[in-house]
T-cell receptor
Framework: KQEVTQIPAALSVPEGENLVLNCSFT??????LQWFRQDPGKGLTSLLLIQSSQREQTSGRLNASLDKSSGRSTLYIAASQPGDSATYLC???????????FGTGTRLTVIP | SQTIHQWPATLVQPVGSPLSLECTVEGTSNPNLYWYRQAAGRGLQLLFYSVGIGQISSEVPQNLSASRPQDRQFILSSKKLLLSDSGFYLCAWNRGSGGDGDIQYFGAGTRLSVL
């Protein structure tokens, strides 16, 4: 069974700092990996999707990398802003993206 | 553009009562539809998914059921709620077929408290 772990569980950084969130998964035979953002009490917003054949994806200040063989992904956030404060979730799919296995998330606080 | 609606936003129900949560998607046809639950302190868990009308797949045995009576409507139900059914329920959709079609888009969620 696929297990997804995110470390750290919580992170506080001063505004403007670059930061890295980590995600690891136990079964390297993934179909894709997605990073989501969740604001308190809200639904999830998709940030980046990386196909299993890709090594990284970029969107604005966000860069996600994937190392399938080692079962790891990182989400890099450049020049963090208070508006980046949220819980960040990674999720992997084994086949056809019909079943996403989620980590428990990293709660990020960016301090003005 | 596509939008996804979930209701109600918040629900408080007594143990043993029935449940019906509804999710609808607008602006697309034949979407894949998903129900997830997020229990306190735990990650999201996929409960059901559907690739078409009347086609429901269940990922975990539980007290809940799902139905898809129309192309863009997905309903989560229970005949008798348990305390353990409390949680944050999220509906999601995607187009499927690979690439960006795999990106899942989520509704705002329903917070269910069973007392």
């Amino acid at each position: 069974k696929q297990e997804v772990t995110q470390i750290p569980a919580a992170l506080s950084v001063p505004e403007g700092e670059n930061l890295v969130l980590n995600c690891s998964f136990t079964d390297s035979a993934i179909y894709n990996l997605q990073w989501f953002r969740q604001d308190p009490g809200k639904g999830l917003t998709s940030l980046l999707l990386i196909q299993s054949s890709q090594r990284e994806q970029t969107s604005g200040r966000l860069n996600a990398s994937l190392d399938k063989s080692s079962g790891r992904s990182t989400l890099y956030i450049a020049a963090s802003q208070p508006g980046d404060s949220a819980t960040y979730l990674c999720a992997v799919s084994l086949t056809g993206a019909n079943n996403l296995f989620f980590g428990t998330g990293t709660r990020l606080t960016v301090i003005p | 553009s596509q939008t996804i609606h979930q209701w109600p936003a918040t629900l408080v129900q007594p143990v043993g009562s029935p449940l019906s949560l509804e999710c609808t998607v607008e602006g697309t046809s034949n979407p894949n539809l998903y129900w997830y639950r997020q229990a306190a302190g735990r990650g999201l868990q996929l409960l059901f998914y559907s690739v078409g009308i009347g086609q429901i797949s269940s990922e975990v045995p539980q007290n809940l059921s799902a139905s898809r009576p129309q192309d863009r409507q997905f309903i989560l139900s229970s005949k008798k709620l348990l305390l353990s059914d409390s949680g944050f329920y999220l509906c999601a959709w995607n187009r499927g077929s690979g690439g960006d079609g795999d990106i899942q888009y989520f509704g705002a969620g329903t917070r269910l408290s069973v007392l």
